[in-house]
């Protein structure tokens, strides 16, 4: 991935969501890039605002159809990938079940359960054949939110946190100012447990 292709995904990144998470330098050193390594470090403040958000190739599939969301150059094949590698964030919480003492500020727990993570995806779809408005990719993603059922996921993060399947909740599809090639989706998602797993502990 050359220089020009390193700044011109971070502009766009940068243009749709405000900063673009640290670990875009991890892929650009990871190809040999070291110095465009430093230069993204020297301006730190400007390509780096959110130390809790992380970037990832992720494949979705549901049944025999396969979606992939990851690296690509601007000017290579782009056929396979539906859109950028997204930017995640992850969010995880506990349920709680607790009675309070009366005329204290102590509070029992009796019961607890851990609730799954939600996640939320920051992404791009770039036309990159036509550099066209890239209506084609927002139908394609429409298609998958549409889907009514659980996705299975794949991909390094979400395979250490055992996260194997996830439903979408909702999405948001935006114009990226300056990039007519360009439109930008956030899409808030759920961890599910695959059916498979959930008949197996219930017996």
């Not at 990871?30 to 110095?35: H, Y």
Request: with cysteine; aromatic share 10%.
């Amino acid at each position: 991935m050359s220089v020009v292709e390193i700044e011109q995904l971070a502009g766009r990144f940068k243009a749709a969501f405000g900063f673009v998470t640290a670990n875009i330098r991890n892929r650009t050193d990871a190809a040999g890039n070291a110095s465009v390594s430093k230069q993204l470090a020297s301006n730190i403040s400007v390509y780096v605002m959110d130390k809790n958000t992380d970037i990832e190739d992720i494949t979705l599939s549901y049944g025999n159809t396969v979606y992939s969301f990851g690296d690509c150059s601007l000017d290579g094949e782009f056929a396979n990938v539906i859109a950028t590698a997204p930017m995640i964030s992850f969010k995880r919480s506990k349920r709680l079940v607790t009675t309070p003492i009366d005329n204290t500020d102590i509070e029992v727990v009796e019961r607890y359960s851990t609730e799954p993570y939600e996640m939320t995806w920051r992404g791009l779809l770039i036309d990159m054949e036509n550099h066209s408005f890239p209506l084609d990719k927002m139908e394609t993603l429409n298609q998958i939110f549409e889907v009514n059922d659980v996705w299975n996921v794949a991909s390094k993060i979400l395979n250490k946190l055992k996260v194997s399947a996830i439903y979408i909740k909702d999405i948001s599809i935006e114009f990226v100012e300056g990039y007519e090639d360009t439109v930008s989706y956030t899409m808030t998602t759920r961890a599910m447990r695959p059916v498979n797993y959930q008949i197996i502990n219930n017996n």
